[in-house]
């Protein structure tokens, strides 16, 4: 029959997929490639539908509209206890980081000459805030460095950035919860992802202009010039009020011993922290038991009263194991807690989130104003962020707390994005109000760490919000969240990459020296730009390229695709987890067989 168009003979009829996998399959069922055809329609971005598989309002009876009442109070309680706990446990696993890594922060932050390298500085500040888990005590530490003298206001720009950088792990591993199921995990890992892209592309654009132009320390410097700035009360500590009865039930930290080990005064004391204020007590004559030798000052001769130390009363008050060993229990125990609160929040939010529920929060979230004011939406949407963020004096608690909303699809990346921004102007904000109530010694320095970390927040907004184009950090957390879809373990190798590997590298790398530096990171870096430029133009604008670079098709299989790391990680790792998904499988499998290949018009 010819061809309608050229009136040559028609190409012969393409061989059916669908035909051709339930062949393999056996056909039993509902077809498995009907859902590899509707993976394929269908945006994996796109909210899904949540449906209530439940009977209406109006069909149940009397007892079962109380038992339904009843159960949604169970599951409301259920979730508040799990977020409770959740957020307790993310105190525990601070403390337990930094009891285990304490000395080390004390030494990372002792070499002077490494400080004065830009980019030693920023892996410095993201380290330590993987370390010590909190961009809270990382910034408390630069600013008792400032204060004493130790790091200069130009130094500690680099490492405010750092800080800013590695806060972001913290909802990275909150999304591996998820990873059970695909279209889950895509959503959760690509919202966590996405907040620390913009923390990435923030300090690498500025690192560079403040170290050349230092315009975050000038603008600090000149906000701090025209206020007349005097000591004020302490921030709202709504959250840790809530968290800390039961916290300090646990462990508690002698924040000075902290400090002391980072700005050089280290002592071979415990961090645990073992007295808890006086009180007057009276004897009659000396005891044997205190002294310079114990450590605890004595009372009085003849009965005459004086103060005495109160012991803490928290389970690891008198151990006598070391600080890594109690740092190691509490680190097992904080993160078994963690992860089994974020697989309960996740089950109660699919169990609560149905039908007109799911249809009514979504809605009131991802909803937009009117045009043409819908560009206001956004900026609302960082308000909240900034707002929550300042109430609950923790961006990593809220950043935790939307990450599982991502995930079962009730707030869209779109609309997580400024939300995320927001909580990272939020918490600077209440680093500002803290450091407004340092000492006067402290207050110039603290106020002005406080702003440079409030500004590059600021300057971020202004980079990769303002231009919707600009916007980069969504398209590249869908491009990470479509890989992990596919290859879980590439979460893992992100995590390890871009917080732990790369981060140690160049840390590696300046103790060598600037020059060792640049010469090896110089290169490396105009290379990725060049594979970022060539890779732009391929799916663009392939015309403008030579044709041997239009497509990677000449590299190395390892080098232009994840198929054969994906084979040696299962071999590595021959479990379920790290397995692609099953619809995936197919769908590669069906596009490996050489008669559909063959079949379709390329």
């Known amino acids: 029959m010819p061809h309608p168009l050229t009136g040559g003979p028609a190409p012969p009829a393409p061989l059916d997929t669908v035909g051709l996998v339930d062949q393999r399959l056996g056909n039993t069922g509902i077809s498995g490639s009907a859902s590899i055809l509707e993976d394929r329609d269908m945006d994996p971005w796109a909210l899904p539908q949540l449906k209530d598989p439940g009977q209406a309002w109006r069909e149940l009876s009397a007892a079962g509209r109380a038992l339904r009442v009843l159960t949604g109070f169970l599951k409301a309680c259920g979730l508040l206890g799990g977020l409770y706990l959740f957020i307790c446990s993310l105190d525990i696993l601070s403390s337990a980081f930094q009891l285990l890594g304490s000395k080390v922060t004390g030494d990372i932050f002792k070499d002077n000459v490494v400080l004065s390298n830009p980019v030693a500085g920023l892996v410095i500040g993201v380290l330590v805030t993987v370390l010590v888990q909190s961009s809270s005590t990382s910034s408390s530490i630069v600013v008792s460095m400032v204060a004493s003298k130790l790091l200069t206001v130009q130094a500690s720009v680099p490492i405010i950035m750092g800080v800013n950088v590695g ?12 990873s059970g199921d695909r279209d889950e995990f ?28 230092a315009p975050l320390e000038r603008l600090s410097a000149l906000m701090l010039g025209a206020a007349n700035l005097q000591p004020g009360g302490h921030a709202p500590d709504i959250l840790k009020v809530l968290t800390r009865p039961l916290t300090h039930l646990i462990v508690q930290l002698d924040a000075d011993v902290l400090m002391g080990s980072a700005t050089g005064n280290a002592t071979n004391r415990s961090l645990i922290k073992r007295w808890c204020g006086t009180r007057e007590q009276t004897a009659a004559g000396n005891s044997s038991h205190c002294g310079a030798a114990a450590g605890v000052p004595c009372p009085g001769k003849n009965g005459s009263a004086s103060e005495g130390p109160v012991p803490c009363r928290h389970l690891f008050a008198g151990t006598a194991l070391a600080d890594l060993a109690v740092g190691l229990i509490l680190l097992a125990a904080s993160l078994l807690v963690l992860c089994s609160c974020l697989v309960l ?8 989130l149905r039908g007109r529920v799911a249809q009514a929060v979504r809605t009131v979230i991802n909803a937009d104003f009117p045009s043409p004011f819908g560009w206001l939406s956004g900026y609302l949407a960082m308000l909240v962020g900034a707002g929550l963020t300042f109430v609950l004096q923790s961006s990593s608690v809220f950043t935790a707390a939307i990450v599982p909303l991502i995930g079962v699809g009730v707030i869209s990346l779109e609309r997580a994005y400024p939300l995320f921004l927001g909580s990272n102007t939020g918490t600077t904000t209440t680093a500002l109000l803290a450091a407004l109530a340092s000492p006067s010694d402290m207050l110039l320095s603290a106020v002005q760490v406080a702003l440079i970390h409030f500004f590059f927040n600021l300057a971020g907004i202004l980079l990769w919000y303002m231009v919707p184009i600009l916007r980069l950090p969504i398209p590249l957390a869908k491009h990470f969240g479509n890989l992990t879809a596919s290859y879980r373990w590439v979460a893992v190798a992100y995590l390890l990459l871009c917080f732990l590997v790369l981060p140690l590298a160049a840390f590696g790398l300046s103790l060598a020296g600037g020059t060792v530096l640049a010469a090896v990171g110089a290169p490396l870096v105009v290379l990725l730009l060049l594979f970022a430029l060539v890779t732009v133009l391929q799916r663009h604008r392939p015309a403008w390229l030579p044709r041997r670079l239009r497509s990677w098709a000449w590299l190395p299989l390892w080098l232009r695709s994840l198929e054969p790391w994906d084979l040696l990680v299962r071999r590595c790792c021959p479990c379920k987890a790290c397995s692609p998904p099953q619809a995936a499988a197919k769908e590669a499998h069906c596009y490996e067989n050489p008669q559909v290949l063959a079949s379709q018009q390329l």
């Open 167 to 178: 806060t972001s792990i913290t909802s990275t591993l909150v999304s591996m919860a998820q």
């Open 186 to 213: 895509r959503r959760a890992f690509g919202g966590s992802a996405v907040h620390g892209i913009f923390n990435w592309l923030t300090a690498l654009v500025l690192l560079p202009l403040e170290s050349a132009a």
């Open 345 to 352: 929040i996740v089950k109660l939010l699919n169990s609560t």
